[in-house]
């Protein structure tokens, strides 16, 4: 039995008592089956790699990263709190020395769920990535921290709860936002305006195989994380890239999985999407596992996989480094961005329109930012959604500049609730959540 070169963590949660329905791709055979390949294989027998309760998430980790409409309780069940339990968990063994590097595989996902949360979106209530690091940064203190996201579908929600601090950098490489869901995740999606550069979107093309997942993994996301120098990267681990994927568009094999993550080299990955559950699953994870535990993954292979199959077109190829071109180009003129769009603006402000397709609720959202040269940025959202509920948000940047604080705490002071059902205060720096 070979021992593994880096000690890895292992977290399952299936939620037996969670569906959103019984024949819902979304269901928790998703676990099952990578859990019977993985005792199968033995995997827990390797020394090295040890496998770790999920703790429970405590409505103070939600209130860090979200918004809840009207409050926590109203948005999760027990199981999402396990979810991003097990994901506090893996981030809690690695940062505590007792694991080099550890997996989440639990369910709910999370990665659509924005800073403001009115109900379920894209299978998500609450952003368990988002939970993990601001439950680490509380608890760690401060980290620069990047998110390389590799789910098909954008990561718009992790985009949306850090669009405006540079110290999160959120790379996302989907399949193009004009043929998925949720139809953004475009690179002129690039963080907010006093973290511009921090929101880095590689939309890729249907039918991107391996080589295209890697020619970006090369040339786009291995440089930026070289120039940003993160304490911490975290591989939000969908994988419904995978060329069975029932409701994408892609090419990519397990071996194409395992072999970024070996090159990413994750501190920490969470399992988002990935709903090929025979076919893909348990191949793609166990890949990754050996890989995360620098042990060999070379013969795990799909019984139908067919590299000549799968390769992609000469066309493909010319599309995705056409966008590596302009995200670069982007990425290098990061500094010089903010005083061309910005200049002499004291707040900036973007309108949203959100769609929580799982729950049927709309949402129209006004943000405001204040420009500032010394954090984040003061944040302010008025959120009214069409179940008639109206919300004011007052958010403090995590290294909040005395400038910012004063402001907000003003603004909150002074909004009584009057048009709004309720009036939020989220003081990242601090860890404290007020409502009235």
């Not at 008025?382 to 910012?404: N, Q």
Request: proline share 6%.
């Amino acid at each position: 039995m070979p021992t593994a070169k880096r000690r890895t963590g292992l977290v399952f949660f299936p939620a037996f008592d969670w569906a959103i329905s019984p024949n819902h791709p979304e269901r928790e055979e998703r676990l099952l089956y990578t859990q019977d390949q993985v005792f199968e294989e033995g995997l827990l027998d390797i020394d090295g790699i040890c496998e770790y309760k999920p703790g429970l998430a405590t409505v103070e980790d939600i209130r860090r990263a979200h918004i809840c409409v009207p409050d926590v309780q109203n948005v999760v069940t027990e199981s999402h709190l396990i979810s991003a339990g097990g994901a506090i968990t893996a981030a809690d063994k690695v940062l505590s020395g007792l694991v080099d590097n550890a997996f989440a595989l639990v369910r709910p996902p999370g990665h659509h769920a924005m800073l403001v949360v009115h109900g379920a979106r894209g299978f998500c209530n609450i952003n368990i990535e988002a939970i993990m690091i601001e439950h680490i940064r509380s608890h760690y203190g401060p980290k620069r921290i990047a998110v390389v996201d590799t789910d098909c579908h954008h990561g718009d929600g992790t985009q949306d709860i850090y669009w405006n601090d540079p110290d999160t950098l959120c790379i996302s490489l989907h399949q193009d936002g004009r043929t998925l869901y949720p139809g953004t995740g475009f690179r002129d999606e690039f963080g907010g305006p006093n973290a511009l550069g921090s929101t880095i979107n590689i939309p890729l093309p249907p039918q991107t195989s391996d080589e295209g997942l890697h020619m970006v993994l090369d040339r786009v996301i291995l440089p930026i994380l070289d120039e940003f120098q993160p304490d911490l990267i975290i591989n939000s681990a969908g994988q419904d890239n995978h060329y069975t994927d029932p409701l994408t568009d892609m090419r990519i094999s397990a071996q194409g999985y395992a072999r970024l993550n070996e090159r990413l080299a994750p501190h920490i990955a969470v399992l988002e999407g990935g709903y090929s559950i025979e076919k893909a699953l348990p191949y793609v994870n166990v890949g990754i596992i050996l890989a995360m535990a620098g042990l060999d993954y070379s013969r795990v292979l799909e019984p139908d996989y067919n590299p000549a199959a799968l390769r992609q077109s000469a066309a493909t190829t010319q599309a995705i480094e056409a966008e590596i071109t302009e995200v670069l180009a982007l990425w290098k003129d990061r500094h010089d961005l903010k005083k061309k769009l910005f200049e002499n603006a004291g707040y900036a402000r973007r309108k949203k329109f959100i769609y929580y397709d799982t729950d049927g609720i709309s949402e129209h959202q006004e943000e405001t930012v204040r420009l500032c040269d010394d954090c984040g940025g003061l944040v302010m959202i008025e959120s009214a959604a069409d179940t008639g509920t109206r919300i004011f948000a007052v958010i403090l940047p995590g290294r909040c500049c005395p400038e910012c604080r004063k402001n907000g705490e003003m603004f909150f002071a002074k909004t009584n609730r009057g048009k709004h059902d309720r009036v939020y205060l989220q003081d990242r720096e601090r860890n404290i959540f007020l409502v009235k």
